[in-house]
């Protein structure tokens, strides 16, 4: 697995060139092009400001920046993974010409997402600044919170896309449990305004509510990282464990089996 | 100087259609009041004791009717399939071509050749260096700059070819490619093909032109369900196969 780990290095340049593909293949013909990138977490953040402020008439003055600082990690995440589950079988032909390791294909698309959430940072930084987030040491932990991610989310895109060739029906599936992941994460609220406190640890085991809390708490409240986040930092590594194992382990079967 | 040695290789399939879903699930449950167990060894061996070598400088040609296995064995000498039986040893970086399939429909044709190219392992720099004689080659000018979904099936080849053959390949496996090209074209990809084999590379040729295997390749061989059922020289085997399919 390290030899593995090693290989997929070694192939920096397909990667660089896989995730340039995707991105201008994504954009071109559009009349925004690239501009997209941007107006993607603007808009999605005015439309849950309209719904959850507007119409449930919630949300404190500062929920527009706790709401993106969280829904900005959310979408790398959701994007990630929905393109990933069908990764392999999109590229199917290349898979089965060329000899080639199959891994570069979900971990691109863990990057990509990476780069959308670097474009909506740029939304980010400017709205901390206006909506006055308080910014202290604490950003130091932010680093850290984009490791623990990129490791969980490429493990995830590694396991999901292993699932989308054997069974089929994850396609289907995915969609509505990273719905249920979404609604019961802390992205559109706070956990202590709506989940009590007897029900808190049951619902920190989804790996994403630390993680959520923690971009919030660095980012807007100028606080520590939430403390179940070493929960999460652990759940990641093991997810990007098993999701290499798997998936490597049947590589040699993808090209038959797409 | 032996450059692909196949030994006694065989691929097996999974079939498809005995793959278990809750609708054939229901059916059998309907039909006969029980779930049926769907056995466990239902696959098919779409090669099965393929045995022969390749020396440098070869030219081999592959015939055989449609699902007799030609595909499936260039893929494995390509190292896209590991056989499920015996062993296979390729000396030198493969290229196989087959009409449009490497590619990326959506981007441009310099994007493709790219992208072909650093799935094969080349750096940017390589690629730059091979860009002028590919696109020359291929001679389809400014379409280069347009996405692939604008190309004609004969525009796809002459792309794959270009990239194959100007990216210098020790083995070169065909597969059809030729098949839509036009004439002119086609006369260029032969000029090189012949020059490939003056310096010792190897080619391998699938082909349903029995003409162009039994001018351009020295031995071929026969595929018949999986099965070798001849291996020599490339007019005794053609003759062979079409007193067989008369």
């Not at chain 1, 898979?95 to 979900?106: L, N």
């Not at chain 1, 509505?176 to 994460?185: P, V």
Request: charged share 20%; glycine share 6%; aromatic share 14%.
């Amino acid at each position: 697995m390290i030899n593995y780990i090693k290989e997929l290095f070694k192939r920096k340049e397909l990667i660089k060139y896989l995730v340039i593909f995707d991105i201008s293949e994504e954009h071109r013909g559009k009349i925004f092009g690239f501009a997209w990138s941007l107006l993607d977490p603007l808009i999605m953040m005015f439309v849950y400001i309209l719904f959850v402020g507007v119409i449930f008439k919630r949300g404190t003055p500062k929920y527009p920046i706790l709401l993106l600082s969280a829904l900005l990690s959310w979408q790398w995440i959701t994007n990630s993974l929905s393109t990933a589950v069908t990764s392999v079988t999109a590229n199917a032909k290349l898979i089965q010409t060329f000899k080639f390791p199959i891994a570069v294909f979900p971990f691109t698309r863990a990057i990509s997402g990476f780069i959308d959430y670097i474009f909506g940072l740029v939304i980010l930084i400017p709205l901390l600044i206006a909506y006055e987030a308080n910014l202290n040491l604490n950003i130091l932990w932010f680093p850290f919170l984009i490791l623990i991610q990129l490791t969980l989310t490429v493990g995830l895109c590694f396991l999901v896309a292993y699932l989308g060739v054997y069974f089929r029906d994850i396609r289907n599936i995915l969609q509505y449990l990273l719905r249920i992941c979404f609604f019961l994460s802390p992205v559109l609220y706070a956990i202590n305004d709506r989940i009590p406190v007897c029900y808190q640890p049951l619902y920190m085991l989804n790996p994403f509510a630390a993680l959520f809390e923690s971009y919030k708490n660095i980012l807007v409240r100028g606080k520590f990282p939430s403390g179940y986040l070493a929960y999460t930092l652990l759940f990641s590594i093991s997810i990007f464990i098993i999701g290499l194992y798997i998936f490597v382990k049947h590589e040699e079967k993808f090209a038959k089996d797409i | 100087m032996i450059s692909i040695s196949v030994n006694n290789i065989g691929v097996k399939f999974k079939l498809r259609r005995s793959k278990k879903n809750m609708r054939s699930a229901i059916n059998a449950a309907l039909r006969d009041n029980t779930l049926r167990k769907i056995p466990a060894n239902n696959f098919f061996w779409a090669l099965r004791s393929v045995t022969f070598n390749i020396e440098h400088g070869e030219l081999l040609g592959i015939i055989g009717k449609n699902g007799s296995g030609k595909s499936t064995l260039l893929r494995v000498i390509s190292g896209v399939y590991s056989p499920d039986e015996g062993n296979i040893e390729v000396e030198g970086k493969v290229i196989m071509l087959s009409i449009g399939t490497s590619f990326r429909k959506d981007l441009t044709g310099i994007e493709n050749i790219y992208l072909n190219g650093v799935i094969l392992g080349f750096s940017k720099m390589e690629i730059d260096g091979m860009l002028k004689e590919i696109s020359e080659f291929s001679e389809l000018g400014d379409f280069l700059y347009m996405p692939l979904k604008t190309y004609s099936s004969g525009m796809l080849a002459r792309l794959g070819f270009s990239i194959a053959i100007n990216i210098n390949p020790d083995i070169l496996l065909i597969d059809e490619a030729l098949a839509v090209g036009d004439a002119s074209f086609k006369e260029k990809c032969m000029d090189k093909i012949l020059r490939f084999k003056r310096e010792k590379k190897t080619i391998v040729l699938v082909s349903h032109n029995l003409e162009y295997i039994a001018k351009f390749c020295n031995r071929t061989v026969w595929l018949d369900n999986g099965q070798m059922r001849s291996i020599g020289e490339s007019k005794k085997v053609i003759g062979e196969y079409l007193n067989f399919v008369k």
